[in-house]
């Protein structure tokens, strides 16, 4: 009913912000600009023949892999602090919306600027590469679409669930940026490694343990790789190769699960704790 609306009423506060603000206009003006450079590129291959089918959806999902998740952290981390700090959220919260609006509305405001860019970034992409002649797949930008979507759900969910548990924007900024490097640029597998190490007695041991490739591929970044290369038709060429049985913590149901989780956990934390918070 009424408090169903609210958040929803938030979110489009929020895009209305980010478009008064010319963040979505910089988010889809860079993601249109590194996703028609990366299509215009890899097109042809260095002969100059058209590139396979395939080769641009490669490209873009692998430059998504880092610019999606650079995005939503940059965008969303601080939303929520930044109203604490200027003074708006005790203005909001008088009016009839609760913590769990702002909470829930930040991230749907967010997740639109960030789906706007990757939609807007593939499209051109996408007629970029049919410009320049490449075979294109359309099964597999699809896909990565998707891919790239639900990726940036999850590091929205991530960073507003730290903007919404931290006091200063410094702060948010920090550990967002932190999140980002942990789970881009994989020092998430580092963890479970340092675990067994300790374990072992300080020691390598012969074989790697299952909860060792458990822990590893709950990396969100790792299972949205996981879920791409589970669903391509015939594993595209630049996924890593998936075995015909994969082990459950590389299959669908588990990638699934993880990216859910990454979604809907920090929103749950971020959530209580500013539910705790003295504003």
């Given at each position: 009913?009424?408090?169903?609306?609210?958040?929803?009423?938030?979110?489009?506060?929020?895009?209305?912000?980010?478009?008064?603000q010319y963040h979505l206009h910089a988010a889809v003006a860079l993601t249109v600009l590194l996703f028609?450079?990366?299509?215009?590129?890899?097109?042809?291959?260095?002969?100059?023949?058209?590139?396979?089918?395939?080769?641009?959806?490669?490209?873009?999902?692998?430059?998504?892999?880092?610019?999606?998740?650079?995005?939503?952290?940059?965008?969303?981390?601080?939303?929520?602090?930044?109203?604490?700090?200027?003074?708006?959220?005790?203005?909001?919260?008088?009016?009839?919306?609760?913590r769990r609006d702002v909470v829930l509305g930040s991230v749907a405001g967010r997740t639109a600027v960030?789906?706007?860019?990757?939609?807007?970034?593939?499209?051109?992409?996408?007629?970029?590469?049919?410009?320049?002649?490449?075979?294109?797949?359309?099964?597999?930008?699809?896909?990565?679409?998707?891919?790239?979507?639900?990726?940036?759900?999850?590091?929205?969910?991530?960073?507003?669930?730290?903007?919404?548990?931290?006091?200063?924007?410094?702060?948010?900024?920090?550990?967002?940026?932190?999140?980002?490097?942990?789970?881009?640029?994989?020092?998430?597998?580092?963890?479970?490694?340092?675990?067994?190490?300790?374990?072992?007695?300080?020691?390598?041991?012969?074989?790697?343990?299952?909860?060792?490739?458990?822990?590893?591929?709950?990396?969100?970044?790792?299972?949205?790789?996981?879920?791409?290369?589970?669903?391509?038709?015939?594993?595209?060429?630049?996924?890593?190769?998936?075995?015909?049985?994969?082990?459950?913590?590389?299959?669908?149901?588990?990638?699934?699960?993880?990216?859910?989780?990454?979604?809907?956990?920090?929103?749950?934390?971020?959530?209580?704790?500013?539910?705790?918070?003295?504003?």
């Open positions: 009913g009424g408090r169903a609306m609210s958040w929803r009423l938030l979110a489009r506060k929020d895009v209305g912000d980010a478009i008064r028609a450079g990366t299509a215009y590129v890899t097109a042809r291959t260095f002969r100059g023949e058209p590139a396979a089918p395939g080769a641009v959806a490669g490209a873009l999902a692998t430059l998504g892999t880092f610019l999606v998740p650079l995005l939503a952290v940059g965008f969303s981390q601080g939303v929520v602090v930044g109203m604490r700090e200027r003074g708006d959220l005790k203005l909001l919260l008088g009016l009839p919306f609760s960030v789906w706007a860019s990757v939609l807007a970034g593939v499209l051109i992409g996408t007629l970029v590469g049919l410009a320049r002649g490449a075979g294109l797949a359309f099964d597999l930008l699809l896909i990565v679409t998707g891919m790239l979507a639900v990726l940036g759900a999850v590091f929205v969910a991530i960073a507003v669930g730290i903007s919404s548990s931290v006091s200063t924007e410094t702060r948010a900024g920090a550990l967002a940026i932190g999140a980002f490097f942990l789970f881009v640029f994989q020092l998430w597998t580092q963890i479970p490694r340092f675990l067994l190490w300790l374990v072992n007695g300080f020691a390598a041991p012969t074989t790697v343990p299952t909860w060792v490739h458990v822990l590893i591929n709950c990396n969100p970044v790792l299972a949205a790789w996981n879920l791409l290369a589970t669903v391509l038709p015939g594993g595209a060429a630049f996924v890593a190769e998936m075995p015909e049985t994969p082990p459950f913590y590389r299959a669908l149901p588990f990638a699934i699960a993880v990216l859910a989780a990454w979604i809907v956990g920090p929103m749950a934390l971020g959530y209580r704790r500013f539910d705790r918070t003295d504003l």
